[in-house]
């Protein structure tokens, strides 16, 4: 009987924690992530074959946002490596700032006083006049432990959804949130933040869309 239960109990950790072994959380995929965070120098984070440099206060470019009147704790950085230099500016606002733009419902459907992250991202060294935003909402525990719409990745063409779950954590709590990139029903790449942070990208993500992906997560990470 105590064997019984103990395999029943080790049935269900697996279908939980056992998660990282699947589809896209296998450890081919899964990129080292290191932070360097020292007494005299900023905080940079380097994760797969790209680089974060530290943070710095404010908007590099204000006119690109302009449409946010009161952006708040706003700070640039760039993205290094596979030849790109990739700079990206990231804020906090209110849902009302984006109520003159097209959202999808779930990022809609907020009260006007919800809090989204905001991200822009500067284009690519194939495409440099592409700009990609990305724009996040703050999810519960209850959205996290079904892995339910979080944000949006986009362009004037293209379009990535980012989900958001707790499957690396504990149920029905904040424990490392994982974001996930959705891409033509494909689960792209993920990365958990924080002060242990995982990244994973997936080994079939469109060559084009990897630095975009990359400059997003680093976004995530230095937030």
Known sequence: ??????????????????YSQKGLYIPPQEWPVKISDGWF?????????YNTSSRKNGISDAASISFIKDPQNPFNFVMT???????I????ALHIAFSGRSLPSFLD???STAPYTYVQINGTKNDPLKRWELILKEVTYLELNDNKPAGILRSDKDEIR?????????????????????YRRKDIAAVIPGEKPRVWMSADIPAE?????AAAIGALLLR
Do not use: W
């Open 81 to 87: 490596g596979q030849d790109e230099s990739i700079r």
């Open 162 to 182: 980012i989900t958001a779950h707790n499957n690396f954590g504990t149920k029905n709590s904040y424990e490392n949130i994982c974001y996930e990139f959705h």
């Open 109 to 111: 459907n907020m009260p």
């Open 41 to 49: 120098t900023s905080k940079t984070i380097t994760y797969g074959p």
């Open 1 to 18: 009987m105590v064997r019984t239960l103990f395999t029943v109990f080790l049935l269900l950790a697996g279908f939980r924690y056992g």
């Open 89 to 92: 500016q990231e804020l906090r």
């Open 209 to 213: 869309l990897q630095p975009v992906i």
